[in-house]
């Protein structure tokens, strides 16, 4: 298996732009989590899925964070409008549950000047 | 109070150390726990899960103190590769389930 694919690797975007973030889970793994990670504030779940369907979205920062699940293959976070403060890198996991390994995927840095 | 607290470091020992550092949560309800490792501009990735019993993984052994909730992490001969950022996770289940990791502990370890 591939593990878990994220695109793009690396953002670079002005504030007030719309910013879409992709991951591919891992085949077979019912949830899928987006995390953040910056110095500040270190690694913050930002919402899960279970079976495409999210189940705790309580990190999102706000109304500008949005998330989707269409299918068990894809998921997409998406920031709109992009805020310098948003910079950070944005990890997403799958697993087969809240209590099994988490795979990680490589991380998408993203930089909104 | 944070829900789960680490000592950001840097621990720095010689190779051949043993280093050990813990984890403290706050929710005495918490029911599954994980060491990841983090190296620098990685994602994180599985170090071991800490079982009740304690468990151990070659020069790794994780513990769990439920009566003081706390988790532990202890590297014996430390090696040179072992020099990364240590991640604590704690799980409590629910109808939404909860899952928060630690800030990290920085371990460099020097030649």
């Known amino acids: 298996d591939a593990g878990v694919i994220q695109s793009p690797r690396h953002e670079v975007t002005e504030m007030g732009q719309e910013v879409t973030l992709r991951c591919k889970p891992i085949?077979?793994?019912?949830?899928l989590f987006w995390y953040r990670q910056t110095m500040m504030r270190g690694l913050e779940l930002l919402i899960y899925?279970?079976?495409?369907?999210?189940?705790?979205d309580s990190g999102m920062p706000e109304d500008r964070f949005s998330a989707k699940m269409p299918n068990a293959s894809f998921s997409t976070l998406k920031i709109q409008p992009s805020e310098p403060r948003d910079s950070a890198v944005y990890f997403c996991?799958?697993?087969?549950?809240?209590?099994?390994?988490?795979?990680f995927g490589p991380g998408t840095r993203l930089t909104v000047t | 109070r944070k829900e789960v607290e680490q000592d950001p470091g840097p621990f720095n020992v010689p190779e051949g150390a043993t280093v050990a550092f813990n984890c403290t949560y706050s929710?005495?309800?918490?029911?599954?726990f994980f060491w990841y490792r983090q190296d620098c501009r990685k994602e994180p990735k599985l170090l071991m899960s800490?079982?009740?019993s304690g468990n151990e993984d070659g020069r790794f052994t994780a513990q769990l103190n439920r009566a003081s909730q706390y988790i532990s992490l202890l590297i014996r001969d430390s090696k040179l590769s072992d020099s990364a950022t240590y991640l604590c996770?704690?799980?409590?289940?629910?109808?939404?389930?909860?899952?928060?990791f630690g800030s990290g502990t920085r371990l460099s370890i020097r030649p």
């Open positions: 996770v704690v799980t409590l289940y629910s109808s939404a389930s909860k899952i928060i």
């Open positions: 929710n005495s309800a918490s029911q599954s």
């Open positions: 085949s077979g793994h019912d949830y």
């Open positions: 899925f279970n079976n495409n369907v999210p189940i705790d």
């Open positions: 996991a799958s697993s087969l549950g809240p209590g099994f390994e988490q795979y």
């Open positions: 800490v079982y009740s």
